[in-house]
DNA sequence: TTGAAAGCGCTAACAT
DNA sequence: ATGTTAGCGCTTTCAA
């Protein structure tokens, strides 16, 4: 592979002029570039990023942290991340940190080591002691997941909010007996989640019963399953269930039906995500929709902005509630 | 950022013996290895992967082209071939192209240009052309798909043979008249698969009839809703289907359903690729199991090989019929 | 065992 | 408009 200098010999300039006509900058004849282009296709020159970066310091790769790849949750994220960074010049590179700290650990000396300019990071699970560190002296947003009060900016939906209307959607359809399948609520948004559930049963007059709440460890098909067995067995059974993913609510559902029951007619079900497979279900899934794509998008944007070195502000933005079969069946 | 100057400065060496330090080479006596790990700690210093890697002119990054990230198919593969790549001191940079050409030659593009060291491809989409030609230059290696006598090392199932146990399982339940619901043909994999089909047909007597063979454009849920109703119009409605993808046999459940059938009493039906989904569908759903976390550790052991320089053969794993209750009731 | 020096490929400041 | 030069941070001869 042919670099800079060769080609520069080839065309009969220096490479600073090769330089020149690479970058469209500043002034090159037409006469010298159209020499330089044709020795450039002559060689069949590709330059080097390696050499390019290095003088730049910098390396026009993003590093976007996910759980793990196989939630789909966030597919739509990452589409909108990934057209706003090729659309600026940066590739992302995908990293499923599996909730392993040695994982975090790789990532994050990628940004020190500047392998990477930046990172967006969506997993709840990551060290927010080393991240908080890594952020004071290196560019990184938050998606999605995000720490109250924290100095490390973020773009996210109002999950309470979101929560609320989930519920009421449901009070409004004529049910009382609501319950909740929530994951671990060291995670915020659980906790917000509950918050929305709690403050719409209040503003119903509706009671708040615990044996109606459900924590699962995990978000997971199995963990779905699991809750709503639970749920059914409770004396005075639940007419609706509100659960914090669709995975979960996909799994309640099968375990609705497994059971005789028939959704939404004995009981009404409402997941969150609006993950693909969430039309694929029978009955399909009522859901509140989070804008994942503009999600991403905004966070490319706030990353990128950062990475020029502008302050930018955390952004929430809309949510949507999907009524499809699984409640209006 | 500290630099290895600086370091070496603190340390009052050379900058070579920081370097000598750093990569564990060669001989350094252990009072002056003591000195540099302080110096090292004290200014908190990464080494810099864009100096290193100018220097040895690689990138330690390896390129996953998948055709786009919400396949559930490549989760497994994915991981791991980062499993494998992370052991090797390599990173994956996940790509999506969406089946879009441009995309394709960043991509390309990044490996001329020494921002990465190889390709891993599981976009049959791709553009032979141009990955052969890149192929005579660098390292790449197909996953799952691959080309029929091309020079390009892959690893695969035997997809004809995975077809053929598929069918033959639908036989034995009693089933004689069996529907395929494949995707175009033009992907290799596609054209193998009808083969299996076919020959397990052949093999019992049984008719293939094109009225029982559909072909759908791509493989989305709502491609094999489409493909099952039209499948469910035919005058002699077929007792089983074959699809080749979860995601269609999905679809064609769901439809069957609708349409008040009961799965398999009526028809039973087998998918392809145990994506997670396919057992949190009701019924569950019988599906072909590729060996996808070992085709992805295989592959990516391919790779690296590559990348060193050695010879490597193109590798056939093998498959797994997986029985639920889409067929066993 | 260690240091000096060269150079990977590129760009930017300065000079002409 | 173009060339010269220096240097980004690292590793690797070669010499001591």
Redesign the pocket.
Known sequence: ????????EKA?????????V??N?????????LKVEHAIKELN?????????????ESRLLLVLIPSISNPFYTEIIKGIETIAIANHYNILLCATDSNAERDNIYFNMVK??LADGIISMDPTINRQKLNELAEKHPIILCSEYEEGGSIPYVTIDHKLAAYHAVKHLIKLGNKKIALINSDETYLYARQRREGYERALQEFNLPIRKEWIYHTEHLEFEHGVHAMRRLLQVNERPTAVFAVSDTLAIGALKEINVNGLHVPNDIAVVGFDKITFSNMTNPTLTTVAQPMYKMGCTAANMLINRIKGNQVESIVLDHELVIRESTMG
Chains 1, 2 share one sequence.
């Open positions: 592979m042919a670099n800079i200098q060769q080609v520069a009969g300039v220096s490479a600073a002029t090769v330089s020149r690479l970058n900058v500043s002034s090159v004849s037409s006469k010298t570039r020159y590709e330059p080097s990023m390696l050499g390019r970066n290095l003088r730049n310091s080591n500047k």
